[in-house]
């Protein structure tokens, strides 16, 4: 499995974005995909989730009602909707794909896409 992010940018507080992340190589149907992001001097963070079956959804507590992550199976894509943005949500974004939702891990990842959030 192949990833991709896209989408990241500059946004002022209180912006939105959109990320997308296109896999290749194999069916999304098999894998859950998550989003992490990581910030200058930071550790990484896991952001949120989708499961491969019933696309149920996880967020942490920092985005919880302001991200919204979604799938669409037949175009292989992920997208992750980015609202009401804080400058702490400032990093790098990350998709990663894994047979089963993760906040923590990811065996396929992406190569990132930087998101800045700034005045």
């Known amino acids: 499995l192949q990833l991709a992010e896209s989408g990241g940018g500059l946004v002022q507080p209180g912006g939105s974005l959109r990320l997308s992340c296109a896999a290749s190589g194999d069916s999304l149907d098999y894998y859950a995909i998550s989003w992490f992001r990581q910030a200058p001097g930071k550790e990484r963070e896991g952001v949120s989730c989708i499961s491969s079956s019933d696309h149920t959804t996880y967020y942490a507590d920092s985005v919880k009602g302001r991200f919204t992550i979604s799938r669409d199976n037949a175009k292989n894509m992920v997208y992750l909707q980015m609202n009401s943005l804080k400058p702490e949500d400032t990093g790098v974004y990350y998709c990663?794909?894994?047979?089963?939702?993760?906040?923590?891990?990811?065996?396929?990842w992406g190569q990132g896409t930087q998101v800045t959030v700034s005045s």
């Open positions: 990663a794909g894994d047979p089963g939702c993760s906040l923590i891990f990811g065996s396929y």
